[in-house]
T-cell receptor, first 108, second 119 residues
Framework: GIQVEQSPPDLILQEGANSTLRCNFS?????LQWFHQNPWGQLINLFY???GTKQNGRLSATTVATERYSLLYISSSQTTDSGVYFC??????????FGAGTRLTVKP | EAGVTQFPSHSVIEKGQTVTLRCDPI?????LYWYRRVMGKEIKFLLH????????ESGMPNNRFLAERTGGTYSTLKVQPAELEDSGVYFC?????????????????FGPGTRLTVL
């Protein structure tokens, strides 16, 4: 099956810093989503981004489907950004395959 | 519009007992999915309903797990008998496939999850 790899696995930032999280996938996909799992364990939709670039406040994401990767940018990070960020991809059968996640810790 | 809801939020049971998790999808969403995250590992797909039919249950770990979606609305996931390795967070998601410009969109919306602890 399709492989989804996220990097880095762990990231520690000082508040105010910028970061880039990467998601590589091994096959063509129909859809890609980025999620943030907050400290309470809830999965929050960040972006639905099968291709192109989207921005939402301090967050933006870019997916280059032809090169099989997606990037999540976090600018001016805040302590509330801490948590695990998951990338998930969907092929033709509608179930999503998740990466192992990037654990982000933002220190005050 | 209400989001995906799951009940209970937490469940603590003993090995050998039975637990039933419930998921209410977003109204109008035909697709319903179950996923789980076990022991801090990656989130894995369990199964997919389209309305009341099981579209794909290839991720179900074994026959101790039974999912139903009677009437194509809410879904239940029963674990019987529960084992220690079943502990984890069980997520439900729903979606409504849309087509625009020849491309299909199937954004999945996740519920808050049920944290299951088997002692």
């Amino acid at each position: 099956g399709i492989q989804v790899e996220q990097s880095p696995p762990d990231l520690i930032l000082q508040e105010g810093a910028n970061s880039t999280l990467r998601c590589n996938f091994s096959d063509s996909v129909n859809n890609l989503q980025w999620f943030h799992q907050n400290p309470w364990g809830q999965l929050i939709n960040l972006f639905y981004i099968p291709s192109g670039t989207k921005q939402n406040g301090r967050l933006s994401a870019t997916t280059v489907a032809t090169e099989r990767y997606s990037l999540l940018y976090i600018s001016s990070s805040q302590t509330t950004d801490s948590g695990v960020y998951f990338c998930a991809v969907e092929q033709n059968n509608n179930d999503m395959r998740f990466g192992a996640g990037t654990r982000l810790t933002v220190k005050p | 519009e209400a989001g995906v809801t799951q009940f209970p939020s937490h469940s603590v049971i003993e090995k050998g007992q039975t637990v039933t998790l419930r998921c209410d999808p977003i109204s109008g969403h035909d697709n319903l999915y179950w996923y789980r995250r076990v022991m801090g590992k990656e989130i894995k797909f369990l199964l997919h309903f389209v309305k009341e039919s099981k579209q794909d249950e290839s991720g179900m770990p074994n026959n101790r797990f039974l999912a139903e979606r009677t009437g194509g609305t809410y879904s239940t996931l029963k674990v019987q008998p529960a084992e220690l390795e079943d502990s984890g967070v069980y997520f439900c998601a729903s979606s409504r496939e849309l087509t625009s410009g020849g491309h299909s969109y199937n954004e999945q919306f996740f519920g808050p999850g049920t944290r299951l602890t088997v002692l």
